[in-house]
């Protein structure tokens, strides 16, 4: 993990594996944003993996930074993840976690 980043709270994780989609963040060669659905997997150690392909996988390259959000809107909750990701596989990807913003996810909120 990232410094800073201490790991998600129990009910994060439950709220991510709960979920199945997020929106990919990456950064360009231009410097102009790109936002893509993704099909993630949290892992026991708190990274995320995803398929990537394309202008994700150019963008990926040439800048590593990115952001995840995975959110619902009813009831409104969500976690934005800013971090790291490496490509580990031919069109994979680990994001490993710098920082995170929740809403609507108190410990408890789940179920």
């Known amino acids: 993990m990232a410094r800073g980043f201490s ?4 009910a994060e994780i439950e709220f991510l594996r709960s979920q199945r989609i997020g929106r990919l963040a990456t950064v360009g060669p231009t410097g102009a944003p790109h936002v ?3 099909r993630y997997e949290l892992r026991d150690d708190g ?6 392909d394309g202008i994700k996988l ?4 040439h800048e ?16 934005a ?17 710098a920082r995170r913003y929740r809403w609507g996810l ?3 909120d789940l179920t």
């Open 7 to 10: 790991g998600f709270t129990p």
């Open 36 to 38: 893509m659905p993704v």
């Open 47 to 52: 990274s995320l993996e995803f398929d990537a």
């Open 58 to 61: 150019r963008n990926l390259r």
């Open 64 to 79: 590593p930074r990115v952001a995840l959000v995975v959110d619902t809107m009813g009831p409104r909750r969500g976690i």
């Open 81 to 97: 993840v800013q971090g790291r990701a490496e490509v580990i596989g031919p069109e994979r990807v680990r994001l490993r976690p």
């Open 106 to 108: 108190a410990e408890g």
